[in-house]
C-alpha cells in the first residue's frame, strides 16, 4: 500500500507517492493558478493524484490515506482550511470537497509548516522522539510543534506561528504587523536584508568586500563570502547567528524539545550552522550548566519533501 | 476522601487539605529552613500532612493523594527533583522519600508555576478548558503550560519557563544570565525598577509626581499613583504593559490557548490589567482580524493557594 502527501502551495502543487517505509517513491507537480476557485484547484489536486497512481502502476485502490499540507489556518480534525490568505481559502472544506472528487474516504490536513514538522518527526531528522520543534528558515521562519507524537496547533489551528515570537520589542518591522518578530531577523529574507545593508555600508564608507561582486544578493552571499575570509560578510553572518540563537535558545526555554531540526533555504548552510549555533543556545538556555539532557540541534533531512512526506504520513 | 496540596517554597511549607469538589478546606504552613538537609525538610513535610489530619479530625487513611508543588527541575514520572538551586537538592528522590515517612504510595511532584497552572486549570480561572497557559507575575515571571490536560514540561522536566523567552535582545540583565529576559521587563520586580528609573529621572527633572511620595517603592505604587491622576506614573505603567502585552502576544501565537490566566503580585490589579493588555495582545496577535476564536485573557483565581491546590489536585 502507499500514501499520497500533496504540498499545496501559492505557486505549485506538489504531490508525491510515499511507500510503506515513508519513501517518495514518485513526485509530480503542476501550477496552483492560486487566482481561480477553491474547488478548480481540488480538481487539479484529484487529477494529480491520479496521474501519480498511473504513472506508478498502480490505482487509488492501493492508497491508504492521502494528506494535504496546506498554507494558512488548517483544521486538522474536520478537515476545513479556516482561512489561507494566498489561496482565498474561507471556510474552505478541502478534504471533503477531494474526497468527494476521489470517492476516497481517509483525507487529513495540515497547515504545511506543521506537515513539514510531522513529517521530521515520523521520518526525518527527529524520527524516533515524541516531542520536537521544526523551525523552517526560508522566505518566513515557520514553525511546527509536535508533542507527545501529535501536531500542536492551539485549541483554533491557529498556533505554532514561531516565526511570530517577538526577539526585540519595537524592532525590524514584520510582514505580520508586528515589530521586530523573530522571522524579521532569521528568514533567509532577513539574511538578504542584512547583507544589503552591509553591502552599502561598505560602499559608502569605501570598504572592500567580496560580496560587493555579488551579482544578486541571496541568503548565501554573506555565508559564501565568510568562508572566502571576507570580514564585512562575516560580521553580516555573526549578527544573523546571534538573532537566530537567541530565537532557539527560547524555543529551548519554553519546549525543552528532544530535538530542533532546522529546514528551508538557510539550512542548506549545513552542519557548520549548527556548529556555529550551538555554543550560543547552550549558552543562553535556562540551567544550561545544570540539566543532562539537552535538546539536540539538527539539519532537517527530507529538504523541500517534508511537507510532501509530512502530508502523506497523516492519516 | 481529602487530598493534601504542600507547596515547598524557599521561606515557608505551605500544606492544605483539599476536598472532593476541590475547596480548600483546611491550610498550615511552617518555616522550610532551607539550609537544611533534604530529608529533615521531608521529614518535617510528614509531620505538616499529619497534623492538618489531626486539626481536621480526620486520618491519614482519609487521604487519597498527596501532591507537592516544588521549586526547580521536578520529574513528574519519578518524583524526583532534577535539580533545586534554592533548596540545594540534586536529583532528590523527594516523593519516594516523603511516601516513606507517611507509608503512602500515591504522592505526585511538580515545578510550583506548574503546579500553579494545573490548579488553576483544574480547579481556577481556566477550569474546563483543554489547553492554557498560566503567567505569574511575581519576583520573577513563572510559566506553566498546560496541553491536553497534561502539564507540559519538555522530555527533560526542565520547559515551560516562559519568563526566560528573549522579548528585547541585548536588553536589560536576567537572573538567569541572559539579557532581554521577558521576566525582566514584565515582572514585579521589573515594575519597581521602572518605577524607581523613573522617580530618578523626575527628581533630576524637577518634575512633580506623586511617586515621590513613596515611603516604600512597590510593584503597586505606579500603578495607585496613574489611579490618582499621576503623569510620570502612567508613563512608567504604561510601558510596562507595552511589554507585558508583547510577550502575551507571544504566547498567543506559540499555543493560542484556550485560556491565558496571570496570577502572581501584579495580578492583584485585576480586570483593569486585562481590559488594558487585551487591545494590545489582540493587534499583536498573529492573524487577529482573521481567526474567530480567540484565547481568553484571565485574571488567576486561586491567588496563593494555587500551588497547593494544584498539587493536590496532581495525582
Redesign the interface.
Known sequence: MYRIGIDLGGTNIAAGLVDGEMNLVRKKSIPTGAERAGEAIVADMATLCRDLCAEHGITMDDIKAIGIATPG?ANLATGVV??ANNLHFIKFPLAELLGKELSFDNIKIANDANAAAWGEAVAGAAKG???SVMITLGTGVGGG?I??NKI???????????G??????DGVPCS?G?KGCWEA?SSATALIRMTEEKIEECKAEGRASLMLDAEKVSGRTACDCMRAGDAAAKEVYDKYI??LA??L??IV??????VISLGGGVSNEGQSLIDDLLPIVRK?A??GG??????ELRIAKLGNDAGIIGAALLG
Chains 1, 2 share one sequence.
Open positions: 489556518v479556516e482561512y522522539t515524541t516531542n510543534i508533542i507527545d500542536y496547533t492551539g485549541f483554533n489551528c491557529a498556533g505554532a506561528e514561531l511570530h515570537i517577538v526577539i526585540e520589542v505580520c508586528r531577523y546571534k538573532y537567541s530565537g535558545a527560547t526555554n519554553i519546549f525543552q524539545p528532544e543562553e535556562y540551567g545544570v540539566i543532562d539532557d539537552l535538546p
